[in-house]
């Protein structure tokens, strides 16, 4: 079965430090790979999606992911961060890659507190 | 750029009443999804709806849980009897296209808070 695992549920880091957030998915067929983001008192919002193709991938507010196929990651990364990246922050799948209406799964989430 | 609404944002409800949830989808956009987060635990699915119908649904959507379209761009979960359990963020999401690959945009969610 398709899951998520999120390693870390909170992680505080000083601004204008670099942050990685980890996620390691387990799937039995190829995947698509989502990061999404919640700010305060917002919905969740993408960050960024792998689908296929170059193992980087860019998103908004500068942040990228790797996805590495063999140690079955998609961990998130910025160089610095800024106050208004606090979040929380999750990585999810698509429970079924070529289903019509396939809903996702998801980690439990990481919770990225930047301390000024 | 267009988004998917809910109201309201917060719902306190005695344990036993019937609330209703609302979800304004994104208006070109066909499926449709309701989400749930109890505080401190994942987000889980609850159920997919497409074409005025049930596609799927999770062990958590019970007898309860009810879901519908009424007027073409309202999206609705009712829970028919709240349990102090139901307690959690509930989440609406819509998408466009067909494919896994297609991004599902969330909606701010309702949190319900069972007394």
């Known amino acids: 079965a398709q899951s998520v695992t999120q390693l870390d549920s909170q992680v505080p880091v000083f601004e204008e430090a670099p942050v990685e957030l980890r996620c390691n998915y387990s799937?039995?067929?190829?995947?698509?790979l989502f990061w999404y983001v919640q700010y305060p008192n917002q919905g969740l919002q993408l960050l960024l999606k792998?689908?296929?193709?170059?193992?980087l991938v860019k998103g908004i507010n500068g942040f990228e992911a790797e996805f590495n196929k063999s140690q079955t990651s998609f961990h998130l990364r910025k160089p610095s961060v800024h106050i208004s990246d606090t979040a929380e922050y999750f990585c999810?799948?698509?429970?079924?890659?070529?289903?019509?209406?396939?809903?996702?799964?998801f980690g439990k989430g990481t919770r990225l507190s930047v301390i000024a | 750029e267009p988004e998917v609404t809910q109201t309201p944002s917060h719902q306190v409800t005695q344990m036993g009443q019937e609330v209703i949830l609302r979800c304004v989808p994104i208006?070109?956009?066909?499926?449709f999804y309701w989400y749930r987060q109890i505080l401190g635990q994942k987000v889980e699915f609850l159920v997919s709806?497409?074409?005025?119908?049930?596609?799927?649904k999770s062990e958590i959507f019970d007898d309860q849980f009810s879901v519908e379209r009424p007027d073409g761009s309202n999206f609705t979960l009712k829970i028919r009897s709240t349990k102090l359990e139901d307690s959690a963020m509930y989440f609406c999401?819509?998408?466009?296209?067909?494919?896994?690959?297609?991004?599902?945009?969330f909606g701010p969610g309702t949190r319900l808070t069972v007394l």
């Open positions: 999401a819509s998408r466009a296209g067909t494919s896994g690959a297609d991004t599902q945009y």
């Open positions: 799937s039995s067929v190829s995947v698509y």
């Open positions: 792998y689908l296929s193709g170059s193992t």
């Open positions: 999810a799948l698509p429970l079924a890659r070529n289903s019509g209406n396939t809903p996702l799964v």
């Open positions: 208006s070109n956009h066909l499926y």
């Open positions: 709806f497409y074409n005025n119908e049930i596609s799927e």
